[in-house]
């Protein structure tokens, strides 16, 4: 039976690889933060009482910030498999706290790679690093490949390529099995509430309930190539199955901007709308009520912001044998299926 660790198992990704990897009758580690409240809300449904005798699901507290907690849970499991998905994951945040952003996603990933290669886990352990779509920035081309150049415009971007190069180092200086998965932006119902898509579809299914009369958001021009979670972990498995260690680009191909996932959400809600002003004052009114439903708010505006995004990942589906399955609009219409039962309840 094979174990894994998965740092960020509390997470979208984490909760959904820890499901999987049960499924394939792993034995799941997890590392998770001490907080006030409960953060276990997505794994929940899984969650073993440590008093069950055998049970394959075991959370460790601990933090990327502190390599005393990572070296302890590492060397006492000495897992097969680390996934690392831990991460200050917001890029919006990593502007407002660029250092503790750098601690986590870059510092974070030395912490795990230097236990790994200190406990003489060299041979057994394959390593996963949650590398992103955003390391890449603005650069022109149209599609996005393991080839592309990276020139990233966010502190996240930044300290994520730190990562992404560290990965790499301690694979070439030391011969650890650690890979990269450049995955480009995917959602689910398990998605956290302050990132677009989910921000989005809580809201609207708020506002066709009246419960909410306005959605504020920042660049609606950005165009972001979204897939489905569920998907991705796949790949993220698959990266580490794959017969040696490499980097991979995780993308469906195609990309929408955040207008037109409004309007896919719209569709599916019945509601609308007319666009009407330009720059912070465009506004999106109800055709049947002339209320304004969707307004800018300067707050919501980056420092600076990728316009556009699609990957390739042509690569991945040649050798992993990886293809994303779930569409634009079946991604949409299960997040706001899921916000219309909760409502409705
Ligand atoms: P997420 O939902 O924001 O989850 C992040 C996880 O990291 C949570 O479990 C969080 O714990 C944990 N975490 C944050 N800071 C930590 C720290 N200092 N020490 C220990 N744990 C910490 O992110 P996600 O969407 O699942 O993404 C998973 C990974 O893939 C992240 O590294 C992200 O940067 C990367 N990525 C995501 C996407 C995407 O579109 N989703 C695309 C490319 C790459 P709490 O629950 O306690 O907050
Ligand atoms: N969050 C947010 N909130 N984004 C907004 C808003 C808003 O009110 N209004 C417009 N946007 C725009 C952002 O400016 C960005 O261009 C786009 O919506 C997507 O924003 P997010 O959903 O926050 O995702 P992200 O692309 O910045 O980052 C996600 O994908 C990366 C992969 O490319 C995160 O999951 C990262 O962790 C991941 O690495």
Same mark, same amino acid.
């Given at each position: 039976?094979?174990?894994?660790? +998965? =740092? *960020?198992? =509390? /997470?979208?990704? *984490?909760?959904?690889?820890?499901e999987f990897l049960l499924k394939k009758n792993y034995t799941v580690h997890g590392l998770k933060r001490r907080t006030s409240t409960f953060n276990t809300k997505r794994i929940d449904h899984i969650y073993q009482d440590p008093s069950i005798s055998n049970r394959n699901l075991i959370l460790h507290h601990g933090d990327l910030l502190d390599a005393s907690s990572l070296n302890n +849970? +590492?060397?006492?499991?000495?897992?097969d498999e680390i996934y690392n998905l831990a991460?200050?994951?917001?890029?919006?945040?990593?502007? %407002?706290?660029?250092e503790y952003t750098a601690n986590a996603d870059a510092l974070g990933t030395v912490r795990i790679l230097e236990a790994i290669k200190n406990f003489n886990l060299i041979k057994k352990t394959k390593f996963y690093q949650a590398s992103t779509s955003e390391m890449f920035g603005n650069i022109?081309?149209?599609k996005l490949d393991e080839n592309s150049i990276f020139k990233p415009i966010s502190p996240y971007g930044v300290s994520k390529l730190f990562s992404y190069w560290i990965t790499k180092n301690y694979r070439d200086s030391y011969g650890i099995f650690a890979s990269n998965g450049i995955l480009f932006n995917h959602e689910s119902p398990r998605? /956290? %509430? =302050?990132f677009v898509t989910q921000k989005i579809v809580t809201a609207?299914?708020?506002?066709?309930?009246?419960l909410q009369s306005c959605l504020y958001l920042g660049n609606l021009y950005a165009k972001r190539d979204w897939g489905h979670a569920k998907d991705y972990i796949v790949a993220i498995w698959k990266i580490l199955q794959h017969k040696k260690a490499d980097d991979f680009c995780i993308a469906t191909g195609n990309n929408y901007s955040i207008k037109e996932f409004i309007e896919e959400v719209l569709k599916y809600l019945d509601i609308k709308i007319i666009w009407k002003g330009k720059g912070l004052s465009e506004v999106g009114i109800n055709k049947k009520n002339n209320k304004i439903i969707i307004a800018i708010d300067k707050r919501y505006m980056r420092p600076n912001d990728i316009n556009s995004l699609i990957g390739d990942s042509a690569k991945a589906k040649r050798e992993l044998n990886w293809n994303p399955k779930v569409k634009? %609009?079946?991604?949409?219409? %299960?997040m706001v299926k899921l916000q219309i039962d909760i409502y409705k309840k």
């Open positions: 039976m094979k174990s894994a660790f +998965i =740092t *960020g198992i =509390t /997470g979208q990704d *984490g909760s959904y690889l820890a +849970i +590492i060397s006492k499991i000495k897992p991460a200050q994951s917001h890029v919006a945040v990593s502007f %407002e706290q660029p022109s081309e149209k998605r /956290g %509430e =302050t609207l299914v708020k506002i066709k309930f009246n634009f %609009e079946e991604l949409i219409c %299960e």
